[in-house]
């Protein structure tokens, strides 16, 4: 059964910061991986997605890895912002044989302070 | 495209109580999900989709919640009778296979609490 930790689980940083979020899952066996973010009372906003057969991927400040092998995935934020505070998950979808199920991680929640 | 859409966005019921939430999933999406979220148990998958079919419903808690998507525009969650543990937020996402990557959009989801 796949498994998907992000630690730290609560993060604090001054503004201005970068700073990576990390993930990492027991079955290296995905078809892609999915980062979120969600604000509180909110739904969840997807913000990058990473096939399996990539390294990474960019949208603006963020950047994801993926490490297949290793199981582990980073979302590094650069420069990070005050409106960067939400909550942070990754989901792993296990291939594509299973539709789109994904497996979530807890989370983790991220506060810039100004 | 106006995105997943669900409502009602807050529902307050008494115990015992029929709930039924609705979602319109982002048109032209074949796939769609019903999830829930608490502090305790995060986010959880009950049920989804796939052209209007029930692929994968082990994560329904038990008999008194079913799902059903009539066509490709609209499906519905309903809980009889609601007991206060269903208390949590609904969410419903969809995505689309192929070059996205089922890559999952949320609705804003449905705040259900039962007193």
């Known amino acids: 059964k796949q498994e998907v930790t992000q630690i730290p689980a609560a993060l604090s940083v001054p503004e201005g910061e970068n700073l990576v979020l990390n993930c990492s899952f027991t079955?290296?066996?995905?078809?892609?991986l999915q980062w979120f973010r969600q604000d509180p009372g909110k739904g969840l906003t997807s913000l990058l997605l990473?096939?399996?057969?990539?390294r990474e991927q960019t949208s603006g400040r963020l950047n994801a890895s993926l490490d297949k092998s290793s199981g582990r995935s980073t979302l590094y934020i650069a420069a990070s912002q005050p409106g960067d505070s939400a909550t942070y998950l990754c989901a792993v979808r296990p291939g594509e044989t299973s539709g789109s199920r994904l497996t979530f991680g807890e989370g983790t929640q991220l506060t810039v302070n100004p | 495209d106006a995105g997943v859409i669900q409502s009602p966005r807050h529902e307050v019921t008494e115990m015992g109580q029929e709930v039924t939430l609705r979602c319109k999933p982002i048109s032209g999406h074949d796939y769609l999900f019903w999830y829930r979220q608490t502090m305790m148990r995060g986010l959880e998958l009950l049920i989804y989709?796939?052209?209007?079919?029930?692929?994968?419903d082990s994560g329904m808690p038990e008999d008194r919640f079913s799902a059903k998507m009539p066509n490709a525009s609209f499906s519905t969650l309903k809980i009889q009778p609601s007991e206060p543990r269903d208390s949590a937020v609904y969410f419903c996402a969809s995505s689309l296979r192929g070059g996205g990557g089922y890559e999952q959009y949320f609705g804003p989801g449905t705040r259900l609490t039962v007193t």
């Open positions: 079955d290296s066996a995905i078809y892609n």
């Open positions: 989709f796939n052209n209007n079919v029930p692929i994968d």
């Open positions: 990473i096939q399996s057969s990539q």
